[in-house]
Nanobody, 125 residues
Framework: EDDFVESGGGSVQAGGSLRLSCAASRYTSCMGWFRQAPGKEREGVASIYSYSHYVRSTYYADSVKGRFTFSRDNAKNTVLLQMDSLKPEDTAMYYC??????????????????WGQGTQVTVSS
């Protein structure tokens, strides 16, 4: 069974930074980050597609472009989400997910069969 464990969440002030990590039990070529705020639907934040252990494509939600960076550390079977210039509206539970999708479907949570338990990010103004 595949396991995905997120870490790195916490509380920061607006303008601050956090780096989320998602450790996988094995190498996974396609991964995504999603978030869900109370009372809102889960939304795609970023997705990464790799081939032969090299990153081929990354996708970002418009709301985080230029502020968030998705990368991976293949040696540790870990994907990272560097979040800079955080805003209060970034407050949510963040989940990593595994699954390969088409480029047009990367933000659809139903396309990802494997999920972590989540890590909370809280940004205060």
């Amino acid at each position: 069974e595949d396991d995905f464990v997120e870490s790195g969440g916490g509380s920061v002030q607006a303008g601050g930074s956090l780096r989320l990590s998602c450790a996988a039990s094995r190498y996974t070529s396609c991964m995504g980050w999603f978030r869900q705020a109370p009372g809102k639907e889960r939304e795609g934040v970023a997705s990464i597609y790799s081939y032969s252990h090299y990153v081929r494509s990354t996708y970002y939600a418009d709301s985080v472009k230029g502020r968030f960076t998705f990368s991976r550390d293949n040696a540790k079977n870990t994907v990272l989400l560097q979040m800079d210039s955080l805003k209060p509206e970034d407050t949510a539970m963040y989940y990593c997910a595994a699954g390969c999708t088409t480029s047009s479907d990367w933000a659809r949570s139903s396309k990802y069969p494997y999920w972590g338990q989540g890590t909370q990010v809280t940004v205060s103004s």
